[in-house]
Structure formats: structure tokens, C-alpha cells
């Protein structure tokens, strides 16, 4: 029996920034593109909570649903997408320390093809990271 394929991709960044700042960020889902480039469009189809779906438009790709399935509130958030065979999640998550936060993206995809396609999808991950923590240090 083959074993389920999965790629693991994480990338943490300090910042100065209070969590909340950082938070405010992700739940402005709508203005997810002004942070990360690699998207073309989202739209979250209500509150930003657990069982929300919504919509996003990677840049060269197809739309592609997404629901968020795990958020505490200034702390973490998970959304996840399955598309042909695969589910991506990408975990969100907050820690406050001395000087700031450390924020911290995972991404976990497991199914068919997953190792083809981590990369790909995690090459920008770093400079999406940079921006969010950048637009936060500035509210």
C-alpha cells in the first residue's frame, strides 16, 4: 500500500507589530491581494469564523474554494482548499513575545501530487509574510 503523499512547508517572521494589528489583517480577507501578491482575488462569503467559505483567485490558476476550519482570534487561523485530489491547508498562527509577535504560515498538502506542487505554491510565502508584517507595523 502506497503511503499518502504530503509536503510540509513553514516560514516564520518577527515583528514588532501587537498581534491584534497582525490579526486585523487576515480578517480582511477581501484584502488578502493588498499582502500577498500570488493573489488576483478573494472573497469570503461571510464573517470570518469557522464554516465560512469563500473564493480565491491564485495569480495563473483557476478560482478555487476555500472554508476556514479552525480560528481562535488573535491566535490562529486555518484555511483549506481541495482541488483535484489534494487539500491544502494553510495554518495562520500568532504568538505574542517580548518585542512583538511571531507570526508563523504553514502550509500542509496531502494527497496525489502534493510534492509536484508544494513548492510552487509556497515559492511566496517569505515576500507575503514581509507585507502582511510590514502593513501591520504601519496601522
Known amino acids: ?3 499518502r ?4 512547508y513553514e516560514h516564520a517572521l518577527d515583528t514588532t507589530a501587537p498581534a491584534a494589528a497582525v490579526w486585523a489583517r487576515y480578517a480582511a480577507v477581501n484584502d488578502w491581494t493588498a499582502w500577498d501578491t500570488g493573489l488576483l482575488q478573494v472573497d469570503l462569503e461571510g464573517p470570518f469564523e469557522v464554516g465560512t467559505e469563500g473564493t480565491m483567485t491564485p495569480a495563473g ?3 478555487v474554494r476555500f ?3 479552525e480560528l481562535v482570534t488573535n491566535e490562529l487561523f486555518t484555511d483549506e482548499t481541495v482541488v483535484a485530489g489534494m487539500t491544502l491547508r494553510f495554518i495562520h498562527r500568532l504568538t505574542e513575545t517580548e518585542t512583538g509577535t511571531r507570526v508563523v ?3 500542509e498538502i496531502t494527497g496525489p501530487g502534493a510534492e509536484q506542487i508544494g513548492p510552487a505554491v509556497t515559492s511566496d510565502v517569505p515576500e507575503a509574510m514581509a507585507a502582511l508584517v510590514k502593513l501591520a507595523e504601519e496601522s
Open 5 to 8: 503523499e504530503m509536503y510540509a
Open 61 to 63: 490558476q483557476h478560482t
Open 67 to 69: 472554508r476556514i476550519v
Open 105 to 107: 504560515h504553514r502550509v
Open 1 to 3: 500500500m502506497k503511503e
